[in-house]
């Protein structure tokens, strides 16, 4: 009699257990693909840090672009993401800052026109690029896109003028594409083909800077506005520690990043005002 009570009452005390786990404290952490080999074991590693300092469950899901992410995170599949500035900037009012990266010592990046290294194809400006192909990263992107895109109205060029252009998903993706000449030309996020090349990889390698934007408010780490509570002071607070011990500084330094700090929404000004005018011009 007791082992049948016992196995009538285990649906319901697995269904239990089901629910008290979904019920506790955890943070799921959406971004596009970090540039490392080792990406899978690096996300891992950096979820266990934080989970130690939150203590709570830190886990990190990479998706192929920020569309998918945006999804995730308003569908309540995600509390946090690392998104770009031009994504926080249409959607700051579901947003809230968390972190933004400091790199060389500020929280700023540029946005790269490169092109294949070695012999010039000719391309040493934006007004060159009438007729050929260009790379784009994603739709989301301002490096990847919404700068170039006012780049090309400033060259007195319409993205018809080019003989083609196509979403590359993902800054190292351009890369390889230049690197391979499919591309004649790419847009491409200037912190991650420095990363690129100090890790001397091979597209990076072998492509090379023609253009550099002047800085833009670096992509930021966001929540969704009145997801995680007091929760969210904790993880802000775990991010800008980082830099303050060796196995932080260690992760840090894999990511090619000084660490994190707590910026105000106005470092974005320059990147609001180029989705202004592509919202005037589409």
């Known amino acids: 009699m007791q082992r049948r009570t016992l196995l009538q009452a285990l649906p319901a005390l697995v269904g239990l257990g089901a629910a008290n786990a979904a019920d506790r404290p955890r943070i799921r952490i959406g971004l596009t693909a970090v540039i490392l080999a080792d990406q899978v074991a690096f ?26 992410i945006l999804d995730l995170l308003f569908g309540g599949q995600l509390e946090a993401a690392w998104i770009c500035g031009y994504p926080y900037v249409l959607q700051q009012a579901r947003l809230e800052l968390l972190a933004v990266p400091i790199y060389e010592d500020k929280p700023l990046y540029r946005s790269y026109l490169i092109r294949s290294a070695g012999k010039s194809n000719g391309i040493e400006g934006w007004a060159d690029l009438k007729g050929r192909v260009l790379a784009y990263s994603d739709p989301l992107s301002n490096s ?10 400033a060259a007195g060029l319409l993205p018809r003028d080019l003989r083609r252009g196509f979403f590359a998903h ?22 991650v083909w420095e990363t690129m090349r100090r890790q001397k990889m091979a597209a990076a390698e072998r492509t090379e800077v023609v ?27 775990s991010l800008l520690a980082m830099s303050q011990d060796a196995e932080g500084q260690s992760l840090l330094q894999a990511l090619n990043l000084d660490g994190f700090a707590q910026e105000p929404g106005s470092i974005f000004a320059s990147i609001e005002k180029l989705a202004a005018e592509q919202e005037r011009v589409s």
């Open 43 to 68: 996300l891992s590693r950096w979820g266990s840090y934080l989970s130690s300092r939150t203590g709570v469950s830190v886990t990190f899901s990479a998706r192929e672009s920020y569309q998918q």
């Open 170 to 191: 993902g800054h190292r993706n351009v890369a390889e594409a230049v690197a391979a000449r499919l591309a004649d030309a790419g847009c491409i996020d200037g912190y």
């Open 144 to 153: 990847g896109w919404l700068v170039p895109q006012a780049q090309l109205r």
């Open 211 to 237: 253009w550099r934007s002047e800085p833009y408010g670096f992509p930021p780490l966001v929540v969704r506005a009145g997801a995680l509570g007091e929760l969210r002071q904790q993880l802000r607070s």
